[in-house]
């Protein structure tokens, strides 16, 4: 099966600053990666996609990149403010198929 | 996006007691909807996936005889926890995939506390 690794686990940055989370993936037959934002206490909500034939996707402050020779994507969020602060997770699937999910990076953005 | 509900939002209960949580995909129809449970700042371990009209799957290590699925309709799943002891005390979600969309959405959780 699939297995999703997700680094750092931890992440505090300054506010203004950039943050940037990555995951690995096994399975090269991978065709989707999600990423989710989830707060204390809530719903996972997704905040950004990509399918294995984009390499970059960005949606204002927030960008994803996918290395599927490498298997490898990538969380960027510029500019962060307080509000990013929650725990972020990666995701693989195939289209149709159940979703493998990262461990989890919890970010803090310092005022 | 799709909408998915989830309730109740959080039960406590006795050990010993069952516990029933409904899964609804209110705007559309889904043949397979997700389980997951979480524990305190970690992951979303895959429980099992809920089929409409046949039997769950179950991911290893899950007791299918402690966390009974019902998929009865298309847009409705359960997950009944059988017998709760306090180590069941988790927050569960459920989750679904619209047709022809690859996006997963996730119901609002339910936060179990067992006594």
């Known amino acids: 099966g699939e297995n999703v690794e997700q680094h750092p686990s931890t992440l505090s940055v300054q506010e203004g600053d950039s943050a940037v989370i990555k995951c690995t993936y096994s399975?090269?037959?991978?065709?989707?990666f999600p990423w989710y934002k989830q707060e204390l206490g809530k719903r996972p909500q997704l905040i950004i996609d990509?399918?294995?034939?984009?390499g970059e996707k960005k949606d204002q402050r927030i960008a994803v990149t996918l290395n599927k020779t490498a298997k490898h994507f990538s969380l960027h969020i510029t500019e962060t403010q307080p509000e990013d602060s929650a725990v972020y997770f990666c995701?693989?699937?195939?289209?149709?198929?159940?979703?493998?999910f990262g461990t989890g990076t919890s970010l803090t953005v310092i005022p | 996006g799709a909408v998915v509900s989830q309730h109740p939002s959080r039960v406590i209960c006795k050990s010993g007691t069952s516990v029933k949580i409904e899964c609804r995909s209110l705007?559309?129809?889904?043949?397979?909807m997700f389980w997951y449970r979480q524990f305190p700042k970690q992951s979303l371990m895959l429980m099992a996936t809920?089929?409409?009209?046949?039997?769950?799957?179950?991911e290893q290590g899950v007791e299918k005889d402690k966390f009974l699925i019902n998929h009865a309709s298309l847009t409705l799943s359960t997950l009944t926890v059988t017998s709760a002891h306090p180590e069941d005390s988790s927050f569960y979600i459920c989750?679904?995939?619209?047709?022809?969309?690859?996006?997963?959405?996730f119901g609002s959780g339910t936060q179990l506390s067992v006594l």
């Open positions: 399975d090269s037959a991978s065709n989707y």
């Open positions: 705007d559309f129809q889904a043949t397979t």
């Open positions: 995701a693989a699937s195939r289209v149709g198929n159940q979703f493998y």
């Open positions: 989750s679904a995939r619209p047709p022809h969309n690859e996006k997963l959405f």
């Open positions: 990509i399918r294995s034939n984009v």
């Open positions: 809920s089929n409409e009209g046949s039997k769950a799957t179950y």
